[in-house]
């Protein structure tokens, strides 16, 4: 007997330790798997999530023309050749003509797609719809690649922040059914910027296992958190402005406050933060901790959680850490209203150095506000059902 399951596809780069990988294997935790069929493409299939997927899940295999794009030009061509992969060839041409120019690097990774459509295959599989979770390739490649009857794509962050350029997004947006983002802030942004597309642009919020976050917060770890300890979970990117992290602890050391401030997270600016960590002589206070597959036990056990960022959609970590009930400091990004309000359920701070140890400081002077901040958290409720009746309205509908 034929499955009467509507057949859904995900899309994602990767299974890494991030916010979006996170709030995927979640979602795909606490799925409907008596209503849906579900596969799941990365571009490569890796990271530390991989182990988390539920046993429902298909993982598809991995398109085999994306290491080429890793590689110099040089090896890709070899190797090409070798393959009989002339397309591999041009599209590596292609690209390195197209952006050779181009410096801004959120659309050289948008004029990326342009070269890898010309070799990447068709996907062969039919589906009900396709769900790409992440800006950028995975919602290039849900338009261009997959057959579906319906396309919904995901931007997780403040897309006036990202850098990218709309024009370039604008005859793939225009083709989904649907566009969703993480914040009522976000999707503002996206109204403004595309309210004209024949699409509808919505909010859907992460959904969170929490008891699973509550037995995983409990696992031993081997850092020391005695005494004033903050923790802060992100993409070694600029975004996370772990460099006004890194300054400001510099300033509360010097200010003689004893503190050790542990950074979860792996990225490109790890020998920048270092060096910056180094040549203040910090390096027994501001550790570069890297990726950690289970980053609770270091949120629970953490006097604060420090949201150092310049820009973001709705920060999975800061959830995370309110679920927790941890006192939250957060700079004053432009969309960090849509989880926090200062003095209710965290501590906003200008976005700057100066502010944020002044803030630091404050949180570790003054109880009370802890106290206040830790009982408000206590009665708030996260609403999964909710979220996951607006997808499954969109699937349905």
Avoid at 303 to 322: I, N, P, V
């Amino acid at each position: 007997m034929l499955s009467s399951k509507k057949k859904i596809l995900f899309i994602i780069n990767n299974l890494h330790c991030g916010g979006a990988e996170n709030a995927l294997v979640s979602l795909l935790q606490v799925f409907d798997y008596e209503r849906y069929d579900v596969d799941l493409l990365l571009m490569k299939n890796e990271g530390v999530f991989l182990k988390k997927l539920p046993n429902q899940v298909h993982l598809l295999p991995a398109p085999k023309e994306i290491p080429y794009f890793d590689m110099s030009i040089k090896a890709a061509v070899l190797k090409s050749l070798t393959g009989f992969r002339l397309d591999i060839i041009l599209a590596r041409l292609v690209y390195f003509f197209y952006v050779k120019n181009e410096s801004v690097p959120t659309i050289k990774d948008q004029k990326l797609w342009r070269a890898l459509r010309i070799c990447l295959p068709k996907l062969p599989q039919k589906y009900d719809v396709a769900i790409s979770y992440l800006e950028n390739i995975p919602n290039c490649y849900n338009v261009d690649k997959v057959s579906a009857t319906k396309k919904i794509a995901f931007i997780r962050n403040d897309y006036a922040k990202l850098g990218m350029d709309p024009a370039l997004d604008r005859p793939y947006f225009k083709q989904l059914t649907a566009l969703l983002t993480v914040s009522q802030s976000c999707e503002a942004i996206l109204h403004k910027l595309f309210s004209d597309l024949p699409i509808q642009i919505g909010t859907m919020q992460s959904v969170f296992s929490l008891d699973t976050i509550k037995v995983m917060a409990e696992e031993p770890i081997q850092e020391d958190f005695s005494g004033i300890t903050i923790v802060s979970v992100g993409r070694l990117y600029p975004q996370k402005g772990f460099d006004l992290a890194i300054a400001a602890c510099s300033i509360l050391v010097q200010k003689g406050y004893a503190i050790k401030w542990y950074v979860l997270g792996e990225g490109n600016l790890r020998n920048e933060l270092q060096q910056q960590i180094n040549r203040l002589h910090i390096t027994e206070n501001f550790f570069l901790l890297g990726q950690k597959e289970n980053p609770y036990p270091y949120l629970q056990k953490a006097t604060l959680y420090a949201q150092t960022s310049r820009f973001e959609g709705k920060s999975r970590a800061s959830e995370e850490a309110k679920i927790l009930q941890k006192i939250i400091l957060a700079t004053n990004f432009p969309t960090v209203s849509d989880q926090l309000t200062h003095l209710e359920n965290g501590y906003i701070v200008d976005l700057n150095a100066e502010a944020i140890a002044e803030g630091i400081i404050q949180l570790i002077e003054n109880n009370k506000i802890g106290e206040q901040l830790r009982q408000n958290l206590s009665t708030s409720q996260i609403n999964n059902e909710q979220e996951l009746k607006i997808l499954y309205d969109l699937i349905e509908k």
